[in-house]
Each structure stands twice: as C-alpha cells, then as structure tokens.
C-alpha cells in the first residue's frame, strides 16, 4: 500500500520538464469552474461497463496547482452588451465566448495557392475550444504520448500531460513494478484518481493509458472534454513496442493478447467523439495533422447551445433580441 501524495512538487517538476514558460502554471491551470458547457456530453445508457472491474483503493491523490502570490486566477473581463429578449435584460453570450475564430480550413483567405496553410491551424484551435481538454484514448503503442505533445507545442496555449508518466512519479515504480505489486485492479485505482485530478483543469491535452476506458467513472471525467481514439491496427502495434516490457501482454502469444484486448475495449474505444484511423506510413507530424483538422470540424458540428438557439431564431426570422 502507499501512503498519500501530494503532487504539488511533481507539478512543479512536471511542467519544467515538458519544456513550457512558467506563465504555463497560471494560463494553462486555472480551475475549470464550467466543465463541459460549450460541448453537449451523450452520456447515455450505452456507456462502457465497468463490471469486469473491481473497485480497489491503494492509494489517494491530491493534485495541488501552483498559483504565484498575487496572481489572480479570474477570467479577464470583458465588455459586455445588454441586451433585451421577451422583455428581460440580457447579455449576449457571443461577447464573452465568441472571439471570433472559425475554422481556417474553410477559409480560402488562409489558403497558400498549393493548399498549404498560411498559419498553423492548432494555433487557432485555442480560442475555439475555450479551455476545452482534449483527452487521447487508444491501445498501448498507438502514439498517443508523442503525437500529444506534438498537438499540445503547437496549439501554444495548451499543456501536455501523460498520466502514465504522472503515476510513475507520483508512486516513484514503474508501470510494470505496479502491476507487479498490486496488480492491474490496483494500477486502474491509481490511474482513476490521476484523471480524477487532472480533469479538474482546462486547457490541457491527455495522454490516458490503454485500459483507462474500462471504468466507467472515468468516462465521466474523459467527457468532460473532447476524446479522441487513435486506432490503431495490431499488427503495427507489435512492430512499435518491440523490445518494450508491457505487463499486460507477457503471454505466449503477444499479438493474440493485443488482438483480445482491443476486441474487449472497441466498443468502449468507439464512443469516442473523434476517431483517427491510423496507417503504418503515417508519421506522428501527419497524425497530428489529422487531429486538428477532426478538431476543428468536430467543433463546427457542435457549437454551444446559446449559439444553435440564437441561430435558429435568426434563420426563423424571429425578432427576440434587439
């Protein structure tokens, strides 16, 4: 059993290791006081099951941001616009939300003549997303570390978090010395609780490690945000990880296991909100691509409830705010 752990000092650690400003530890860590507001969430009855596994409580985590004294953690503010709909004053949301930034895909202006783009769209993918995580979900070696990190460098107001990286330090094992002491029910406790801590916070992009899709309460922090599955096919895979020591496939037949595991977690896999189909000649740059472009139409499909209503009355040509 461990003792409890305050991830205050692997904060620290943590972020001047992944090479971010130290103004990191104010923007891209203040309290996320309105979760999932700006995406609708479809937790549903078809929800993965967590009846293959058990409940276990080794340890307890508390994550603890580091503020500077005298920073305040409050959102800027802005200049609001009163309005009047049915007779009462109102504020129109689009001065506090909308920044004004659309897709750049879809904008021919930003559109080189050979189809490159004039600016980098992950720049752009800030400002949409509003804080926003963005969670990776895939099997072991589908690349979602590297290709997060990637995504989280070039979005530029975003941290990049690996949770696996993050359980290490704050245990001071290694993933395969865990499930060697405690066991995979005891390293999903574990992992639980680092999610738990590290939803709390916006603007981040997560790397979750494989089998975090089996519990159901963690699908209710991973739908707190936007979550991507990159699939990946078996056979790839294997040839990844070659030479890697993954506890779960120390079997006879390592590629039969894998293939039994992504059986089990596909449909929990596909509940995702954006799917990435990964191919061998893909580099970690091309899937990184592919992420953001998915990103930004996916935010397209599914602008804020304030935005479709006031949309909807405009294109019924109903008169409610003036």
Not at 67 to 96: C, K, Q, R, V
Not at 236 to 263: A, F, H, N, W, Y
Not at 286 to 312: G, T
Request: with cysteine; hydrophobic share 35%.
């Amino acid at each position: 059993m461990w003792n409890a752990i305050s991830l205050t000092s692997l904060y620290v650690f943590y972020t001047a290791a992944g090479g971010y400003p130290p103004s990191f530890l104010v923007s891209a860590f203040a309290p996320q006081s309105t979760k999932s507001s700006f995406f609708s969430r479809r937790l549903s009855s078809s929800s993965p099951s967590s009846s293959s596994c058990s409940r276990r409580t080794s340890i307890r985590i508390t994550w603890s941001p580091v503020i500077p004294t005298g920073t305040s953690t409050h959102s800027t503010p802005y200049a609001s616009t009163s309005l009047f709909a049915g007779g009462f004053e109102w504020e129109d949301p689009t001065d506090a939300f909308d920044q004004g930034v659309e897709n750049p895909f879809k904008n021919p202006d930003l559109v080189e003549g050979d189809g490159a783009m004039k600016i980098d769209p992950a720049r752009l993918l800030g400002p949409r997303l509003q804080g926003t995580n963005l969670y990776l979900i895939g099997m072991m070696g589908s690349g979602k570390s590297a290709v997060g990190d990637i995504v989280a460098r070039r979005m530029g107001t975003y941290n990049f978090l690996d949770t696996d990286v993050i359980i290490e330090k704050a245990t001071s094992m290694t993933i395969p010395e865990i499930f060697a002491s405690e066991g995979e029910d005891g390293f999903r406790s574990v992992e639980a609780q680092i999610l738990d801590s590290v939803h709390a916070y916006v603007r981040c992009v997560v790397s979750t490690g494989g089998g975090i899709v089996c519990r159901m309460q963690n699908w209710s922090k991973l739908q707190t945000g936007i979550v991507v599955w990159l699939d990946v096919e078996p056979e790839v895979i294997m040839k990844r990880i070659e030479g890697t020591d993954r506890p779960l496939l120390q079997t006879s037949d390592p590629l039969g296991t894998l293939k039994t595991l992504l059986d089990e977690r596909r449909e929990r896999y596909e509940q995702a909100d954006i799917r990435v189909e990964i191919t061998q000649d893909m580099t970690v740059e091309m899937v990184a691509d592919e992420i953001i472009r998915l990103m930004h139409d996916f935010i397209d499909e599914n602008p804020p409830a304030w935005k479709k209503a006031k949309a909807k009355a405009q294109t019924e040509g109903l008169d409610w705010v003036q």
